[in-house]
DNA sequence: TACCTGCAAATCGTATACGATCTGTAGCAG
DNA sequence: CTGCTACAGATCGTATACGATTTGCAGGTA
């Protein structure tokens, strides 16, 4: 084989994220350590230290001597979620920006067109969420601190793993985003100061988190 | 036995990770598998879910059929660490302002009356660094996203794994630190607007590390 | 019917055993 | 003396086996 595959144990973690991500794994779902284990052809230790790796992602949740289970999507979980990454990412987005090049501003407006096509003609939640992240990875990607960036991703990832894009509860948001994107690209081209960057960028995702809270508001009466 | 005490994972975990924070391992230092589970009377198995947890905060660096390291005292990790800390802390305590109370504000007031007493007299950098962090844990400590406190956990583990304590090499910060606690208390208990607080806070921590940049840049010709 | 008791199945937690990989060193060739 | 090779020790990676805990259900009793 070779020399430096990945170790069992990370095979196992991709396998799982990816079942998560994909929702192949539905939230709720039981991770029954012997049997990923079956499926991957391994012993099951490897898949428990993959599933325990999950866990402190938050991406399961685990019960000694029970079993884990793929998180589920707890409004109050999504808000939390939306909340760090706003703060993670709107700092990333500010700190990133001057170092942001003509070619990727360019990449970042063409991306944010095709969101633009997507909402005036066949909107579609998942191909949205999907191009909204590829819009704002362009902007952080090169983030000079891997910490920070490492949030960034995991809050990424769990939103993923919640499969609870916003844009399919509320479409309208949708418009308000693309607006807002287009604002955003105009601060980083005209080199607005770190602060007026950090507070567009995090406000841009709160917007989105509230326009689902308010939505939620109406259709449930429990308030969180 | 106790029907519910810890897991064999969770008390090496505690062991390893109380060796760090404590110095009794060094940064550099090897952790062998084999040799933590002899001393704590178990089998490898559960040392090695520990040391993976320890991986992901960072407190430890682990190298594929090599072993696991105790993560050492770089300039450049210090950097990031400080900064992810000043973000999530920032956010936190801003976001806790209102919330505390006047017993908190009191407490607060108290231990930042220790630390100026400590810097007059006979200045101990650890106590000091420890006074630090209970004088900021009163205030962010009631925070209501998990995630986020979460994050500022794991900022305050890795900077006392470091031992890197800033106001070892630049006493003279811990004079203007002492001075900032002073008006971040007033700006809380005026009731000062977010914005105001959370860079108050922020800047509170990054001007720490920068006294820290600014004296290991004489030190050293190494410009990072 | 409602509730308690006890057993059995499912599942995780850990120990032990063995194979795989890396690191350092001793020995040999040039 | 220098550089390469081969071997031995150390250490990790994983499989297998067994014990511990939880859960659910069946059966009995009030």
Not at 22 to 41: C, F, K, M, N
Not at 105 to 117: H, T, V
Not at 137 to 165: K, T, Y
Request: charged share 20%; proline share 4%.
């Amino acid at each position: 084989m070779q020399p430096t595959g990945l170790s069992k144990a990370d095979q196992a973690h991709q396998h799982v994220l990816k079942g998560i991500t994909t929702g192949h794994y539905q939230p709720g779902d039981r991770l029954v350590l012997s049997t990923i284990a079956d499926e991957l052809g391994m012993s099951v230790v490897p898949v428990r230290e993959a599933i325990r790796r999950l866990q402190t992602d938050n991406l399961v949740q685990f019960e000694r001597n029970v079993g884990a289970t793929v998180t589920g999507i707890d409004p109050v979980e999504y808000r939390h979620t939306m909340e760090t990454l706003a703060l993670t990412e709107g700092y990333s987005t500010a700190q990133c920006a001057p170092l942001v090049t003509q070619e990727t501003l360019e990449k970042a407006r063409g991306i944010n067109e095709q969101m633009r096509a997507l909402v005036a003609h066949d909107f579609a939640p998942e191909k949205f969420t999907e191009l909204n992240e590829q819009f704002h990875s362009a902007l952080f990607e090169h983030h000079q601190n891997p910490h920070i960036l490492d949030l960034v991703h995991r809050g990424w990832n769990r939103l993923a793993a919640l499969r609870s894009s916003t844009f399919s509860f509320v479409p309208s948001r949708a418009i308000s985003s693309v607006a807002e994107h287009e604002e955003l690209l105009k601060l980083i081209a005209d080199g607005a100061e770190f602060s007026i960057i950090e507070s567009a960028a995090r406000n841009h995702r709160l917007n989105t988190l509230h326009a689902y809270l308010d939505h939620h508001a109406k259709s449930t009466t429990i308030d969180f």
